[in-house]
């Protein structure tokens, strides 16, 4: 029998249930940030036309509109009065204190409950508007990062390859590597390549056998000729990482991580509050793309945020020297602080 399609109803209904989210997240036009960051560029930082339009990779004349845009709706007075001046300011302070190409904060409207959230609806608008024809992504995975998919836009794609950068979890969970990297592709019709095996495996020989003789050494040979890869941080707390919450890793392990020095992961590589990756076992039995290779990657874009993530974001940033940081206002505000002791 034919699966039966959904009702204009049923549609339009699910239709404004993501705009409430968007809503209850604090999500933003992409033409509000442009404007606002356009206009705090040029009033507040006393940047050039030309410079603007050269960090935000769009023409002069655009800037000139968005600029006359910005007084047109009373948002350029002495200072600029908008709900995103503050958020552009983070923005700008991120930026140019961990030297990125662009961040990306996103307003947390409903409190830290709604951090997540708030974080992968940005992540997926930027991914929207960043993936194109002919690019070979690499991916890891987490909540943010599933939670993403929900907000994507999607479209047809021609030669678009997502590349899995760890393997997967033998049972079906929900939080399965391998269910956002083929998820993703299809968003943009792409293909998925995945690692056919577990995350973490048995001993040194296994991940030697598995990667040499039986066929993944391709997989990671992609994983080092890749456009961009889209990353998030684990962090270390029993109760909210996903790493423990899945079952990879024991409490004498997590107890024997922190020992060592660990404050997060990036695809399982335990790394220190420096972004150094912690001399311990499990570092020999991960099936999972380097850091060495991952730091070498066009363009790197690591997403994550909350509490729980405080501790493990400098070390990630310092880990993977991402172009594009995207978080949410109380992680950039922290990020902030820690950067300068005092402030």
């Known amino acids: 029998m034919a699966a039966k399609r959904p009702t204009r109803s049923a549609r339009a209904e699910k239709q404004q249930s993501l705009e409430s989210l968007s809503e209850r997240t604090g999500a933003v036009s992409k033409t509000d940030r442009l404007r606002v960051r356009a206009a705090w560029m040029y009033y507040i930082e006393q940047m050039t036309q030309s410079d603007i339009a050269d960090v935000l990779g769009i023409g002069r004349v655009s800037v000139v509109r968005l600029l006359a845009e910005a007084r047109q709706r009373n948002e350029v007075k002495i200072a600029i009065e908008a709900d995103l001046a503050e958020i552009v300011d983070l923005e700008r302070q991120l930026e140019q204190t961990f030297s990125l190409d662009r961040a990306i904060v996103a307003p947390v409207a409903g409190g830290a409950n709604h951090v997540s959230a708030s974080i992968s609806a940005a992540t997926a608008e930027y991914l929207s508007e960043t993936v194109s024809s002919g690019m070979r992504i690499g991916v890891g995975w987490g909540r943010t990062l599933l939670g993403c998919l929900q907000f994507m836009q999607g479209r047809q794609l021609d030669d678009l390859h997502v590349i ?12 399965n590597p391998a269910e956002f990297a083929w998820q993703f592709a299809q968003v943009f019709r792409g293909d998925a390549y995945l690692i056919p095996a577990p995350a973490v495996v048995d001993s040194p020989q296994t991940r030697e056998a598995l990667i040499e003789r039986c066929g993944l050494k391709a997989i990671f040979e ?19 990482t996903t790493t423990f919450q899945v079952g990879f890793l024991t409490e004498e392990e997590l107890r024997s991580l922190k020992a060592s020095g660990a404050v997060g992961d990036i695809l399982f590589h335990f790394i220190d509050r420096h972004g150094r990756q912690i001399d311990h076992p499990l570092n020999d039995l991960v099936m999972s793309v380097g850091l060495d290779v991952l730091r070498n990657t066009k363009l790197r874009v690591l997403t994550s945020g909350g509490a729980d993530k405080f501790e493990a974001m400098p070390g990630a940033i310092a880990a993977i020297r991402p172009h594009v940081l995207i978080t949410d206002e109380i992680t950039a505000v922290r990020l902030l602080k820690d950067a300068v002791p005092g402030r």
């Open 164 to 175: 899995s950068l760890l393997g997967g979890i033998i049972q079906a969970r929900r939080f």
């Open 222 to 240: 992609l994983a080092s000729q890749l456009d961009m890869v889209v990353l998030s941080v684990g962090g270390l707390n029993a109760e909210t």
